[in-house]
């Protein structure tokens, strides 16, 4: 099992739950949802994804669930990002192949 897939069933049943109704279900790795805009019923669909390096603490204001751009945050911290060699591999191979490289 995929790392994070048992964090997303969580996050769907409490999705579930809270929208209640206008829960739709899961389909191909999205969650579907019905919201009101404009008088108009729509349909929201909704990924999740399990990020390689977590955003942190990083411009976190009082609100704990918030992070503040504006501030200077940044993804990941003050966690640099490292580029694997099978990602440098696959990025020159699809420069190759659209003939950009």
Do not use: H
Not at 48 to 72: H, Q, R, Y
């Amino acid at each position: 099992m995929a790392k994070g897939s048992i964090a997303k069933e969580q996050i769907a049943k409490k999705m579930a739950e809270t929208f209640g109704a206008d829960w739709i279900g899961e389909r191909d790795k999205k969650y579907y949802l019905w919201a009101n805009e404009n008088g108009e019923r729509i349909q929201i669909a909704i990924s999740m994804t399990c990020p390689k390096t977590p955003i942190g603490e990083a411009g976190a204001t009082t609100d704990s669930n918030v992070l503040n751009f504006e501030d200077g945050a940044t993804a990941g911290g003050e966690t640099p990002i490292e580029i694997t060699k099978d990602e440098k591999k696959n990025v020159a191979d699809l420069m190759a192949r659209l003939g950009l490289s």
